[in-house]
């Protein structure tokens, strides 16, 4: 089991837009499998990206809803719904924010073999896959917090001293 650091915000690599993956090797499932064993291993989880660990790879795994696994390149089509739950982030740890997502979601991507995979999922499964692709295009989840809520998020993360973690 290999377990691998967060990166915490103000660590760059969260805000680089990460690069589409073109190998399917072994490498590849290596990545896949260090994600999962770092998901698996963080407090509170749904979901790891491959930046948060400071690789530039669109990847990620998931596990929410009693739903498991990783996806490569995604997409994303969304619902109209609306859901606005707390929602956190192991890249910042210890605080939780209402923060406004869609109900329902499809990413479309490929697995670690460079097959197509597709995955629907609401709720708690949807916020997951919006949260996770937003980590691949160099977005935080407070990102979308507007009005009070965001104000009291940075007051929140500046009393926390946020800083890069030592690589």
Not at 3 to 8: D, S, T
Not at 51 to 64: E, H, L, N, R
Not at 86 to 101: A, K, N, V
Request: with cysteine; net charge neutral.
């Amino acid at each position: 089991m290999t377990m691998r650091p967060i990166r915490i915000i103000g660590d760059p690599v969260l805000r680089t837009p990460a690069a589409p993956v073109t190998s399917f090797d072994a490498e590849l499932r290596a990545l896949v499998t260090d994600l999962m064993d770092t998901l698996l291993g963080a407090p509170g989880r749904a979901g790891v990206a491959a930046p948060q660990i400071g690789v530039s790879a669109q990847v990620f795994v998931y596990d929410a809803d009693g739903h498991r696994g990783h996806l490569i390149n995604p997409t994303l089509e969304l619902g109209e719904d609306r859901q606005d739950d707390d929602e956190g982030c192991l890249s910042i740890p210890g605080l939780y924010f209402p923060t406004p997502r869609a109900m329902r979601a499809t990413a479309r991507g490929m697995d670690q073999y460079g097959q197509p995979l597709t995955i629907t999922g609401t709720g708690f499964l949807a916020r997951a896959l919006q949260h996770e692709t937003d980590h691949l295009a160099g977005r935080l989840y407070v990102d979308t917090l507007r009005g009070e809520t965001r104000r009291r998020a940075l007051r929140e993360m500046r009393a926390g001293s946020y800083a890069p973690r030592s690589r």
